[in-house]
């Protein structure tokens, strides 16, 4: 399967599953409540700071942490029980997708990728793997059937795999994406999605 399609699919079931526990560990009418007082409160405190009162406004936001401390306290079992599961899902992309550092001896190595393995040579900044040749840093060579941004570091080619290309340049991503960059760019929106078809106020 397309590496960025197994990432988002992967997603999406963790995510969904990650939802589980605030969708029937909180009263979501409860929860749907207490943030329509904070929103409320919230704006009253607006209004009465613009008429000059500082010292109602002070309260009134006040009023506004306790709730929302309340909204705090009532996420703060399913949030754990995401922890979890995030630390058991993530480590099974990170083993499947993982980067390579490869040493090299005499300037010359070997890789093994999805079962194959591949000769490296480097002579200067030209790296030479399987039938590949380029000069370091090389972006976005097949190897092996899958995307790498190859780079020599000393005495060492470091193999970055790319999991998603993609359609603009982001900050810190640019325009490619390993593993934990493509599940970090969609985990929000499929987040935000699950959460709304669930109807998950917290």
Not at 50 to 57: E, H, I, L, T, Y
Not at 155 to 184: Q, T
């Amino acid at each position: 399967m397309n590496s960025a399609l197994f990432v988002l699919l992967f997603s999406v079931l963790v995510l969904f599953v990650m939802n589980i526990p605030y969708k029937f560990l909180i009263n979501q009418n409860e929860a749907r409540a207490i943030k329509a007082r904070v929103k409320e409160l919230q704006e009253k405190s607006k209004y009465v700071r613009r008429q000059g009162n500082q010292k109602m406004a002070s309260q009134i936001m006040g009023d506004s942490f306790r709730e929302s401390s309340k909204l705090t306290k009532m996420s703060l079992k399913p949030m754990l029980l995401s922890l979890v599961i995030v630390f058991i899902a993530l480590p099974l992309l990170s083993n499947a997708y993982s980067d390579h550092v490869v040493e090299l001896k005499d300037n010359k190595s070997n890789i093994t990728i999805n079962g194959n393995t591949y000769d490296i040579s480097v002579a200067d900044k030209v790296i030479t793997i399987g039938n590949v040749t380029c000069e370091s840093p090389c972006m976005k060579k097949n190897i092996g059937g899958g995307l790498w941004n190859v780079n020599v570091n000393s005495n060492k080619v470091e193999f970055a795999r790319i999991v998603a290309l993609l359609p603009v340049s982001l900050p810190v991503f640019a325009d490619d994406a390993g593993w934990l960059g493509w599940y970090l760019i969609i985990s929000i929106p499929v987040m935000i999605l699950q959460r709304k078809l669930m109807k998950i106020h917290v």
